[in-house]
């Protein structure tokens, strides 16, 4: 008989076949603060768009320490001479931060809120800063006071010591994490397992194409690139590897443009902000700032917002969003507006009068060049080292989104566009 300890799991997902797990990560997975995430849809209610995507974070992060641990595999098995000799790695250090990785990957996302990104413009400010809290920030708290048994004593022969606070500073980047900072960039970076597996999976929940690139091939090129200096390897690829890191831009590019961006789902966005902002005490989530605030923050998910909707809370913007009048969109700048795009903006503004109901920004950057710059190695004998921007003049040129656009009362559309055109 198998020991309990070292029974694994297998878990079906239709992105990968199949996903492994431990019998400790499935300890972990069966942490109600876990669970949760079964009760918070991945892309909010984009279903009332694409009605397939009803998926949550909970597959999704099983799915990111899948691809995780694909792409750490992967590096090991091509960049071992440079993880030993720039980083001091042996045997036992790569595989205690692979175990880290997994766990970092796994949990990345366990401190969301009601329908994911919808609803963070509800989290409370920072006292020293004003900046408004972030779902990284709820994630690494929540991993520190809701995981630490779970992490500590359920894997005595696997964990190699690791503890919630070993996950959390990972997860936050901090120095505390070590050479261990290098793997960060599988979970939080250009070509991270968090956005190589939502745009697939988001792209088959959504019925829609725009997602899909090469990701076998970057799995299978992604490797350690030598720095020669203090600062350490980076996270690249081989030069046989650089369409599909290119391919993984652009699938970005199209699944925000067409999906995430689409005019009509970021309407329920604004009325899903809008009625929460009614139901929350004080109009936003509680901080992350101790556990009384952590427990009464993970007693918010989709099914208290879609129950408490039921019983007509949420005001005006929580009956649109139950009986799906939203408000509809009357025009928009391009993708990427000139000054004459935004002086016309004004000037609908202006004409629109007591008819704007609301303007909602679609901003996003797709790439960024410079130190972030994916690096590609060469396979020439010299292995000299470029950014991706040099291969890829798709990559080097792409703009950032700063499209925004206008919306009306449903019934009053045809005035609100008569006043546009006569503008």
Not at 246 to 268: C, D, N, P, S
Not at 404 to 412: F, M, S, T
């Amino acid at each position: 008989m198998i020991p309990e300890s070292q029974r694994t799991y297998e878990i079906r997902c239709p992105v990968y076949g199949f996903i492994q797990l431990t019998d400790w990560e499935w300890q972990i997975i069966s942490q109600p603060a876990f669970q949760r995430l079964r009760r918070i849809r991945q892309l909010a209610w984009t279903d009332y768009v694409y009605p397939g995507a009803m998926h949550t974070r909970f597959e999704h992060s099983l799915g990111v320490m899948h691809m995780a641990t694909m792409l750490y595999d992967g590096i090991v098995q091509r960049s071992l001479d440079t993880l030993r000799d720039e980083l001091g790695y042996n045997k036992d250090g790569l595989n205690r931060d692979k175990v880290l990785v997994r766990l970092a990957a796994l949990l990345h996302d366990v401190g969301h809120a009601p329908f994911s990104h919808a609803t963070e413009d509800l989290f409370p400010k920072v006292e020293n800063t004003g900046e408004r809290f972030k779902h990284e920030h709820y994630s690494a708290e929540i991993v520190r006071r809701n995981f630490a048994d779970a992490i500590k004593n359920g894997g005595a022969f696997t964990n190699y010591g690791l503890t919630a606070e070993d996950v959390a500073n990972f997860l936050e980047g901090k120095p505390e994490a070590g050479k261990a900072m290098f793997w960060r960039e599988l979970v939080d970076g250009q070509m991270d397992a968090d956005r190589m597996d939502y745009l697939l999976r988001d792209s088959i929940h959504s019925g829609v194409s725009y997602g899909r690139y090469d990701w076998p091939r970057l799995v299978h090129t992604v490797v350690a690139v030598p720095s020669g200096e203090e600062s350490g390897p980076r996270l690249g690829v081989a030069e046989g590897g650089w369409h599909a890191a290119e391919g993984l831009i652009l699938a970005r590019y199209f699944m925000f443009t067409q999906v995430y961006f689409h005019k009509t789902r970021v309407a329920f966005d604004h009325h899903l902000q809008k009625a929460l902002g009614e139901m929350l005490p004080q109009g936003h989530f509680p901080a992350p700032r101790n556990r009384r605030e952590l427990d009464d923050y993970l007693k918010w998910d989709d099914w208290r917002v879609l129950g408490l909707l039921a019983n007509g809370k949420g005001g005006e913007h929580g009956q649109r969003l139950a009986n799906r009048n939203h408000f509809r969109e009357i025009t928009h700048t391009p993708e990427t507006p000139t000054a004459d795009d935004l002086a016309r903006l004004d000037e609908w503004r202006g004409a629109l009068g007591d008819l704007l109901a609301a303007e909602i920004p679609a901003e996003k950057s797709w790439y960024k060049v410079g130190q972030a710059d994916i690096p590609v190695i060469s396979d020439t004998p010299k292995f000299e080292v470029k950014p991706l921007s040099k291969y890829s003049s798709v990559v080097k040129n792409i703009q950032a989104a700063r499209q925004v656009r206008l919306y009306a009362l449903p019934e009053r559309c045809e005035e609100a566009r008569s006043r546009i055109e006569k503008s």
